[in-house]
């Protein structure tokens, strides 16, 4: 069976990354809300992006737990409404935050199957 893996797009890693997410945001022409999802003990640098973020981008800090698919869900279903994904924080919260939002992108893919729709995951899911 062939299995393969759907990446971010985008990858920032250097000290104060999360200081230049808004340029990326505006670069990839994305526009609404987000949700950034981070880890515990990663929670303080989600808050702090949420204020750097501010009216302009305007996201819900999620605080994830344990790396299992009802944590996925609960991801996926706060991500319904959002236009971006931004993930803060090590493996576990990277990867849930991937899956969750491919799964909810496969739930708006369904419900919206047109091509002229431009696809809202499409470079929406950046890890810092």
């Given amino acids: 069976m062939k299995r393969w893996m759907l990446l971010p797009r985008i990858v920032v890693m250097e000290q104060d990354a999360i200081r230049d997410t808004a340029d990326v945001l ?8 987000g949700l950034i999802v981070c880890g515990q003990h990663t929670c303080s640098f989600g808050q702090q992006l949420a204020g750097i973020l501010g009216n302009e981008y305007p996201a819900e800090v999620l605080i994830v737990g344990s790396a299992s698919m009802d944590e996925v869900e609960r991801v996926a279903s706060r991500a319904l409404d959002k236009n971006f994904v931004v993930a803060v924080g090590g493996g576990r919260t990277i990867d849930i935050a991937k899956i969750a939002s491919v799964r909810e992108f496969a739930v708006y893919q369904r419900a919206h199957s047109s091509k002229s729709r431009r696809n809202r995951f499409d470079a929406g899911f950046y890890t810092f």
């Fill in 26 to 33: 505006r670069e990839l022409k994305l526009d609404g809300s």
